[in-house]
């Protein structure tokens, strides 16, 4: 009797183990099917974008340099020079908070002597480098003849940019385009694949590559320097192209299953 009764009770825990193995091993397959159907679908594209526009600032860099027989006679005729292209430029429209100081060096320059055992003569050299902002850059041919006629010996340089808000525009543009690309190409690859765009998941913007906010390009010209007496200067700006690039993420399930984006 007592042995009938524990083959009974041992079939019996049999069974429960039985029972609690089916159960466990139903259960992953139902939780990685259900996962599944939940899980969207990625598009991972890249978008390009530009924007132009006219230069609406010139940039005029141009040095006076003078020499003397010792420093402050070198100083001293430097700053006449200065002082008179300053008060030439004033007389045409130019402030003095668009005038500002690159370079300023006085320095001893020392000469090859003209023959053997001779002392090598001894000057000194004294130059102030400036940079001129105007905002309209058609003025800058007028600057330049300007500046030459007035005390300046040297023109370094004549660039053509855009002020802090105009390229903020055109950024803002530039942007504009390259998410409207990729989106173009998110849908179009989404339709192939019987796909419908549903949200974004990342962007990231970059110029050449890199993570950075796009900069804008400088149409550049370099003046030739000029003597006193020179014709009018004429420069042709160009126009100025910002670029962006973007990469973005969507997020995308089958046609079928949802309502288009």
């Not at 003397?68 to 908070?97: C, F, H, K, Y």
């Not at 055992?117 to 102030?128: K, Q, W």
């Not at 940019?161 to 998110?186: F, G, I, P, V």
Request: hydrophobic share 35%; net charge negative.
């Amino acid at each position: 009797m007592q042995r009938q009764t524990a083959i009974a009770v041992g079939v019996a825990v049999l069974l429960v183990i039985a029972g609690c193995s089916a159960t466990t091993g139903q259960s992953p397959a139902a939780s990685t099917g259900e996962s599944a159907a939940n899980e969207s679908s990625t598009i991972r594209v890249a978008g390009s974008g530009s924007a132009d526009a006219e230069p609406n600032q010139a940039v005029v860099r141009v040095a006076a340099v003078a020499i003397g027989p010792d420093a402050a006679t070198a100083r001293e005729r430097l700053a006449e020079n200065t002082s008179r292209m300053r008060t030439a430029l004033e007389d045409i429209g130019v402030d003095d908070d668009q005038i500002t100081t690159v370079r300023y060096d006085i320095y001893q320059d020392r000469r090859p002597p003209r023959e053997d055992g001779e002392e090598p003569p001894v000057r000194y050299r004294a130059s102030h480098d400036f940079e001129i902002t105007v905002s309209n850059p058609d003025r800058a041919g007028a600057i330049v003849d300007t500046a030459v006629q007035n005390g300046a010996t040297e023109v370094n340089d004549v660039s053509f940019r855009l002020s802090t808000d105009r390229r903020r525009q055109l950024e803002d543009r530039a942007r504009r385009a390259a998410m409207a690309d990729a989106r173009s190409k998110a849908r179009g690859l989404a339709g192939a694949a019987n796909l419908t765009v549903t949200g974004v998941r990342v962007i990231q913007t970059s110029d050449s590559g890199a993570p950075r906010p796009a900069d804008e390009r400088y149409a550049t010209e370099t003046a030739t320097p000029m003597s006193t007496g020179a014709p009018d200067s004429d420069f042709e700006s160009g126009s100025v192209t910002v670029t962006t690039r973007v990469q973005v993420v969507y997020e995308a399930e089958p046609t079928n299953e949802t309502a288009s984006a």
